[in-house]
């Protein structure tokens, strides 16, 4: 599932050590002025030209009918069509403007204006576009006429892609064969992201969305071959260990967020410093150091006022803490168990475990004891019976209350332990001592 990416840095160093091709004229029987130009590409009846006065430095680029006429201005460069649109970058270099990237239909109209910094030729009716963003370059698809198809959410992720930091090569002589790259180290990172037919197949026959890790980063792709989340996140959750309904846990830096398992796409910030699996539809999320629930569009259906939670059960409650108090609130936020204790146990079957000035007891859903709080440790209900201690004895409890002894505490039995073994160690030194003085006795 993993791919990295294929940058044109090598191609750069092989097509400038052999440059000097590029410069000699062309010659084609029955197109006597082909030869005017250093190279051409025949698209089906019209010619992208290129010019070359100085190699990498200064040239022109037009496309031509078959008679050889132009139906362009000069342009730095033409790229590959793709049905009926190819790239292009004007002569202008100025680097005040969006951008220097668009596109041309075989008539030498241009049906997308060059405002992108960086793109690449049609493919199943799609490209992608780089452009400046605030701080930092950001990344779309588009369709052929140039309208919007996604918007890749760069803006989430602030420490990356940033314009300060990014470097732009390009092949001698080819500014359409263009990367944006930022380098971590020994590593370069991109925001778009090429496969080989290989990994390509395997993400279009995946059912939804797609993983994949580069250098320790993982991104994801969809099935239509549309990046939803750049090469940046540290950690994710594809088994579901933290995630449900329908929403996947990611990891951007220290803080989570969570992505549409179905789309890819984000549908919170990376906001959380901890979570907790969704139970009853609602995501327990940590926030300022205080917990609160969102719903699986990111809403926050509970405010974030809470120091402790556990998830939601059948009763429709979770136990929770504000100042080391302890109680129980429903699905609505609403408290129905007071935060009195010092200590409450999640709901089940009925039945939550409290403790109040250090006495374990049981209440039910309506906050009324169903056994007193008189042991000294105590477990929650998780099954039909629990255990509980108390004057050093331990019980099998029932939920009416019955006791049923099962043996001594542990902590007595620890006692006894200690006090067997400090009668031992002492019997044992007696019985030493007396035979030394036994055998000092027979040397006299």
Known sequence: MFQKAVSWIVFIWILTSFQNAFCQPVSVPGKPWLSEYNVFKDYKGVYVVKKITIPCRAYETFLVDGNGKKLTPAYRDIGDFSGDLAEFVPMELDEKKQGRHGFINRRGEVVIPPIYVSTDKFYEGKTWVIYRSGKQFGLSYIDSTGKEIYKVPIQYFKKDFLISAAKVDMICNYDTREDILWWKGRNYFILNWNFSPFIEKEVKSSKYIYHFLYEGKYGIIDNNMILRVPVSLDDIDPEYKFSGQ????VKYGDKFGYINVFTGELITDFLYTDTRKPT????WVKKNNKWGCIDKTGKTRIAFLYDEATGFTNE????????GKFGHIDKKGKIRTPLQYDFASYYNRGISM??????????DINNRYIIEPIYDEALPFDKETTIAERIW?????????AERFIGFSYKLNAVLILIGLALFIYANNLIY????????RRKK
């Not at 329908?246 to 846990?249: H, L, N, Q, S, V």
């Not at 429709?316 to 100042?323: E, F, L, P, T, Y």
């Open 246 to 249: 329908g929403m996947e846990r």
């Open 280 to 283: 009853s539809g609602l995501f």
């Open 316 to 323: 429709d409650r979770s136990a929770v803490a504000i100042n």
């Open 354 to 363: 409290v403790r109040i000035d250090d006495k374990y007891g049981y209440i």
């Open 393 to 401: 004895l331990r019980f099998e409890l029932s939920k009416n209350g």
């Open 433 to 440: 001592k007396r035979m030394q003085l036994n055998r000092a």
